[in-house]
Nanobody, 117 residues
Framework: QVQLVESGGGSAQPGGSLRLSCLVSGGAVFTIFNLGWFRQTPGNQRELVAT???????KYAESVKGRFLISGDYSKKTIYLEMDNLKLEDTAVYYCKKEFTPSQTVWGQGTQVTVSS
């Protein structure tokens, strides 16, 4: 049973930085393919923030390009989301997601990120 555990959320001021981590446990082999970050605000659907594609390439939402960086560490079975130059609109619950097939996905429990002055 694969489990995803996010950490690193918290509060930051506009222009500040935070780094999120997603530890992947269980499963046979850790890969970064189709593993990434989504976020959700109250009343809205979860939206893509940054993910590794099925080819292992990074893909970013337009709103975070140039500010956020997704990376992975195979030795730690962890992916990261480095968030710089944070904006008020980055406030959300951030979720880690692993897609094995379109109908088989695993989500983490989420971690709150709050950007406020």
């Amino acid at each position: 049973q694969v489990q995803l555990v996010e950490s690193g959320g918290g509060s930051a001021q506009p222009g500040g930085s935070l780094r999120l981590s997603c530890l992947v446990s269980g499963g046979a082999v850790f890969t970064i393919f189709n593993l990434g970050w989504f976020r959700q605000t109250p009343g809205n659907q979860r939206e893509l923030v940054a993910t590794f594609t099925s080819s292992g390439l990074p893909k970013y939402a337009e709103s975070v390009k140039g500010r956020f960086l997704i990376s992975g560490d195979y030795s730690k079975k962890t992916i990261y989301l480095e968030m710089d130059n944070l904006k008020l609109e980055d406030t959300a619950v951030y979720y880690c997601k692993k897609e094995f097939t379109p109908s088989q996905t695993v989500w983490g429990q989420g971690t709150q990120v709050t950007v406020s002055s």
